[in-house]
């Protein structure tokens, strides 16, 4: 958000602000002083809503579907520690969200760019609209390493792609031989 965009929002919300509340005197003096205490609200939320994140928060999905009957079945998403490094089939896809926070956790709006290191050869890279979140569907069995960045911070995620279940059986014949003389 530029800089002349957060001050208007500021000083709107400040001014909601201290009209929802009356205008309390408090430490800020005389009524004279009443527009500065409005003011220095303004500036609070302008540089609230124009700080960077200060981290980025990257989690895969509770659950994985099939492809390409999205949203067909769905299981647990497979992951390793800490609900991260998704593991799953080669007809499968997952979706991860990412959230971005300020120095003391408040959530932050930002603008974020996702990609895999695989130049897809193991996923598909499909951001939502407003790229808060992101669908990567196995290609081939393989790993990948997935990040989201905003261009200052990023995240990232390893997914590992395995095969899936038997899904079909191939009989190829041999070559015809003569059968052995009997006894």
Not at 29 to 35: A, K, L
Not at 112 to 132: E, H, N
Not at 161 to 183: C, K, S
């Amino acid at each position: 958000m530029n800089a002349d965009r957060a001050r208007l929002i500021g000083l709107k919300l400040a001014t909601e602000l201290h009209a929802a509340i009356g205008l309390p005197l408090g430490n800020y003096g005389p009524v004279e002083s009443i527009p500065a205490c409005v003011l220095e609200t303004a500036g609070e939320f302008a540089r609230w809503l124009t700080e960077p994140p200060h981290r980025l928060h990257l989690r895969p999905a509770p659950f994985t579907f099939q492809q390409p009957d999205y949203p067909g079945p769905a299981v647990h998403t497979k992951t390793g520690d800490h609900g991260m490094s998704v593991t799953m089939t080669d007809s499968q896809e997952v979706s991860y969200s990412v959230a971005a926070d300020d120095s003391k956790g408040f959530p932050v709006a930002d603008t974020f760019t996702w990609s895999s290191d695989d130049g897809g050869a193991v996923l598909t890279v499909t951001p939502s609209a407003d790229g808060t979140s992101c669908v990567f569907a196995a290609v081939a069995p393989g790993s990948a390493t997935i990040s989201v960045t905003d261009g200052t911070l990023s995240a990232s995620d390893l997914i590992t792609v395995t095969t899936g279940a038997v899904a079909t059986l191939v009989l190829t014949p041999g070559t015809p031989t003569d059968e052995p003389a009997g006894p």
